[in-house]
């Protein structure tokens, strides 16, 4: 059984002389070609009355004449859309989707004929159609009765190109879940020379929503195949970022190890925290951009953290497992006891006692270890630990557009921390990671 087609159709004035050459024979004709069930004849008040004569013509279909409520609104395109996008939004909410609807856009004011194209891609209504026919030059160029034509036109490629849009419009605000949303995968509809724009758009956010989700695997799933495109450019990964995800999603040495790190696996473990922290702070200042301020916070004391763990490493500790006669550690251990402050966490291990170290306990293991970077990660203090106080983790407030500010010092402070960690590369790899900026950069452009 084929599927119910409706028609909307303008009626416009005619010749007044010739209406039926005119008007209602080429009215028809579009009608009678398009085998339509329904039709919504849109006059205006001025026409409604050659609208009902077409009505009388066709009864053999349901017709409904639906004309603009006011006189001289067949002149005012804002007032016609907005009738015309109200009558095939009703048509559409009575079962007809929009593929089984046409808009005859050729009688009318060019208002009326502008305003109902309009309305019709708004609505995702594939096809438009118009009768045209050979001209009498004798006559102004009206049409010559006999030689009508119906017309369709595809609205496919103003509608896909308007999704592209906005597509691009996500992207540069790494919103990648909207990209994929926008696109839909099947491209249903779509006219074919786009088809590889979506796809290849659809390829690009699958990889930067993964490595925004911190998904570093699937990230690099994705990268495996990625195809060119002319309109999207400007966002295809570039071999750098791929070779940073792959390198973020290797396994890190304490992946599920339950023991202490092995003396030669230290420098391994830094380098893979010092990537981690690099991308973390570019994660979060996406986060800031999209005013998710309490994960923000949220990474913003991970780095914190993670600096602390990464400088142990580099004295060969692991705060995870601390040796208690490890003479900084006993000297730590003591401090705690005497202030009364809470002690560093003890377990055994094979037989064995050790010691876990909280994020503060750690800097100030630093100190005594004389590590440069003890002070500065105390200073942080303050600043970080809102983080206990967030309703995400064991709080009851929330950070605000307020917290702005503030939040993005953090994220300076941090960022200069993981300069001094990692002076040779961190440049490079910030520039890698922070991927959003050439997002921003890349307005109005496809290169």
């Known amino acids: 059984m084929s599927q119910a087609r409706a028609l909307a159709a303008t009626v416009g004035t005619g010749r007044a002389c010739q209406l039926e050459d005119s008007l209602y024979r080429p009215i028809l004709k579009s009608i009678c070609e398009g ?3 329904r039709v919504v004849l849109l006059p205006s008040q001025q026409t409604k009355t050659h609208a009902e004569e077409l009505k009388q013509r066709l009864t053999h279909l349901q017709v409904e004449v639906a004309p603009l409520p006011n006189a001289d609104d067949e002149n005012d395109v804002d007032a016609c859309f907005g009738h015309f996008d109200n009558s095939i939004r009703k048509l559409i909410q009575s079962g007809f989707p929009p593929d089984a609807i046409e808009a005859d856009f050729t009688r009318g004011t060019k208002a009326m004929s502008a305003a109902l194209a309009l309305a019709a891609v708004r609505n995702q209504i594939p096809r438009l159609r118009y ?3 050979d001209r009498d030059p004798n006559k102004q160029g009206v049409v010559i009765p006999g030689t009508e034509r119906v017309r369709t036109v595809e609205t496919a490629i103003a509608t896909a ?8 419009d996500a992207f540069q605000a790494c919103h990648f879940a909207a990209v994929l949303e926008i696109l839909d995968d099947d491209g249903r509809g779509w006219p074919d020379h786009l088809l590889s724009e979506l796809h290849a758009a659809r390829s ?6 993964a490595w925004d989700r911190l998904d570093y695997s699937t990230a690099c799933q994705e990268a495996e195949q990625l195809p060119d495109s002319s309109q999207f450019g400007c966002f295809k990964p570039r071999p750098q970022e791929i070779a940073w995800v792959t390198e973020l999603a290797r396994d890190s040495p304490k992946k599920n190890s339950k023991r202490p790190l092995l003396p030669e696996a230290f420098d391994e473990m830094a380098r893979h925290a010092r990537r981690l922290m690099v991308d973390l702070l570019a994660n979060g200042r996406r ?3 999209q ?6 916070n949220l990474r913003a004391y991970r780095i914190a953290e993670m600096l602390g763990q ?3 490493f580099a004295h060969r500790l692991d705060s995870s497992y601390l040796d208690p006669e490890n003479p900084a550690v006993a000297q730590l251990r003591e401090e ?4 009364g402050s809470r002690p560093l966490e003890s377990f055994d291990f094979k037989g064995r006692t050790y010691l876990r170290a909280g994020r503060e306990q750690t800097a100030r293991l630093l100190g005594r270890l004389n590590d440069p970077f003890a002070d500065q990660l105390k200073q942080l203090g303050p600043e970080v630990n809102s983080r206990n106080s967030s309703i995400l983790i064991h709080g009851f407030d929330r950070l605000d557009q307020q917290s702005l500010q503030s939040l993005s010092d953090t994220y300076d402070r941090l960022e200069k921390l993981l300069r001094e960690e990692a002076p040779d590369v961190a440049n490079d790899w910030l520039e890698t990671a922070n991927f959003q900026y050439r997002f921003t950069d890349s307005r109005g452009s496809n290169d």
Do not use: H, N, P
Not at 161 to 168: G, P, V
Not at 336 to 339: A, H, R, T, V
């Open 35 to 37: 085998q339509f069930s």
């Open 204 to 209: 690009y956010a699958k990889f930067y929503s």
């Open 336 to 339: 705690l006891e005497k202030e």
């Open 287 to 289: 986060r800031i951009r």
């Open 131 to 133: 009768v045209e026919g």
């Open 310 to 312: 990464t400088r142990l």
């Open 161 to 168: 190109s308007r999704q592209l849009d906005r597509a691009r």
């Open 291 to 296: 005013e998710q301020f309490e994960d923000a």
